[in-house]
């Protein structure tokens, strides 16, 4: 697995961070307010068992007779079943409330006598059940106990559950959402620092810019200080290829005088072979510097331009024909190549299309994908499959009798091939060739 593989996406991993600590935050938060919830409403039902206590013990006759002055069963506490129950006993005198009937309740552990706070006790119901149960146990032997069902704590605190966790889920979502903004936010300069970078390596622009945030500020500017680099470095290659061009231009101009006197070169061939070798070496010398100062990838050159140049360059050298080019390029549309070399490619297309053709020849451009597509068709007679594999060598001419040298597409498709790219033969829709020329876009 590579180092990238094992990175991931920061974007996702930022996510999941904040969704991770929002979802822990709100179970904790859910937790809490659940606990005080629960100690809210076992107060509500404390304070009210205590007061009911309170109210038995103020409502008890002096005397050894266990009697009430008045009758305390108020409501819940006079509903049979309903768990609000209460009870004051001494000795083996009872009295007990409505809702309890000839039942009693089993207190099996009560506070000290000397305590005059009602207080929690263990205990169940007439039936077993489980209650909330609070004991007052007085001097005398009397003891007081309330009690209220289970269901009195349980049933609020789930529908206060419910609702505390529609809430929550609810806020999570917000949250949610505010974090992906907010991660989408914080993320942007680094796009936006992508973009410029792709600005860059396009030719559209020589540096990164300087304002940025604080936290990108010192990224940018390593990038432009490798761009600086790259650029001393390519120019110091630039001096080495100037240097090399004088090194060789100098022999070969010596060579060509040297063949100039008479008898030197009786029948011109070496002359010629000079002449050529000099136009090879200041061509590719020319690309070079070319490709040193600036780099391929960062060289723009738009096609619609150059191409109607060529088409009516073209259009007047075969008049005799009556040749008519059509361009269809879209404009705006570019290639990653030097001029010169683009000049040079299209016109050695373009020109082999006048040649061959009757009378028409069209030339198109398309975006594909991150390149261009340069299309030029002829409506001539075409070339077979043997022969479309041929025509590409060096030197390679299918018809002595027409004028040339044969170098033409093989230094076309050396050309593309320099910038990433390539050259197609095929059958063109008007009846002739169709050579599809492709450039990095």
């Known amino acids: 697995m590579t180092a990238l593989g094992q990175i991931g996406s920061l974007r996702r991993r930022l996510l999941l961070g904040a969704l991770a600590l929002i979802a822990t935050a709100l179970v904790v938060a859910g937790l809490a307010i659940g606990l005080i919830l629960a100690r809210f409403v076992r107060g509500q039902i404390d304070q009210r068992l205590d007061a009911q206590i309170v109210s038995l013990v103020s409502g008890l006759e002096p005397g050894p007779a266990l009697r009430l002055s008045r009758d305390l069963d108020a409501p819940p506490f006079d509903r049979p079943g309903s768990g609000w129950t209460w009870q004051v006993t001494r000795g083996s005198a009872r009295l007990g409330s409505g809702s309890l009937g000839d039942r009693t309740l089993a207190v099996t552990s009560a506070p000290a006598a000397d305590d005059d706070r009602p207080r929690p006790a263990d205990g169940a119901g007439p039936r077993g059940e489980a209650l909330i149960l609070r004991v007052l146990a007085l001097p005398d032997g009397t003891v007081v106990a309330a009690s209220a069902p289970r269901a009195a704590l349980y049933g609020p605190l789930r529908e206060a559950g419910l609702a505390l966790a529609a809430s ?246 050396e050309l593309a091939e320099l910038y990433g790219g390539g050259l197609a033969l095929d059958r063109s829709a008007m009846g002739g060739l169709r050579a599809r020329l492709r450039l990095p876009g």
């Open 168 to 413: 929550l889920g609810v806020l999570g979502l917000c949250l949610a959402a505010g974090a992906v903004a907010q991660v989408r936010l914080g993320l942007r300069p680094l796009d936006r620092l992508r973009q410029e970078l792709e600005s860059v390596r396009a030719g559209r622009r020589e540096r990164v810019p300087d304002p940025q945030p604080a936290e990108v500020r010192p990224l940018a500017a390593e990038i432009n200080a490798l761009l600086d680099q790259n650029a001393a470095q390519l120019a110091q290659a630039r001096t080495h290829v100037a240097n090399l061009a004088h090194g060789l231009k100098t022999p070969l101009a010596t060579l060509s005088l040297a063949l100039s006197e008479p008898g030197r070169d009786p029948d011109g061939r070496l002359s010629q072979l000079v002449a050529h070798l000099d136009r090879g070496v200041r061509h590719h010398l020319r690309r070079a510097r070319s490709a040193a100062l600036t780099g391929a990838a960062r060289i723009r050159t738009e096609l619609a331009g150059p191409v109607a140049d060529l088409a009516g360059a073209l259009e007047r050298l075969h008049a005799d024909k009556g040749v008519r080019v059509t361009c269809a390029v879209p404009p705006g549309l570019a290639a990653a190549c030097d001029p010169q070399d683009l000049d040079e490619m299209l016109g050695n297309l373009v020109d082999n299309a006048c040649t061959w053709c009757r009378r028409e020849v069209r030339v198109s451009a398309e975006g594909a994908g991150s390149d261009v597509v340069v299309a030029i068709e002829d409506d001539g007679p075409g070339l077979g499959p043997e022969a479309l594999a041929a025509v590409v060598q060096r030197g390679r001419r299918l018809d002595e009798r027409v004028p040339g040298h044969g170098f033409g597409l093989a230094i076309t498709t």
